[in-house]
């Protein structure tokens, strides 16, 4: 495929001269520079989505009646057994 490409005037002409060095065109050290990229980028995502393990699901009945979740310090007396969080500091 033919495109058309905007690049800056120093770019190029390192480009040129790679491709001299390696009697090869323009072209391919674009192409090829092109394709490393994607390589990297792919590389990059695929190691990004591998970061994370999958996290332990559970099936429960839910939130226990008469526990406000909107409430730390009920939440904590719950946690500690019904002390106060006042009585623990």
């Given amino acids: 495929m033919r495109t058309t490409l905007t ?33 990297r980028h792919q590389m990059a ?10 996290l332990p699901q559970f099936s429960g009945g839910g939130v226990q009646p008469g526990v406000d979740i909107d409430s730390n310090a009920s939440l904590s007396e719950l946690l500690d057994d019904g002390v106060s969080i006042y009585a623990l500091r």
């Fill in 7 to 39: 690049i800056h005037d120093d770019l190029y002409r390192q480009v040129r001269q790679i491709a001299a060095a390696q009697s090869s065109s323009v072209g391919s050290v674009i192409e090829e520079a092109i394709t490393l990229l994607i390589a």
């Fill in 45 to 54: 995502t695929e190691s990004t989505e591998d970061a994370f393990p999958d």
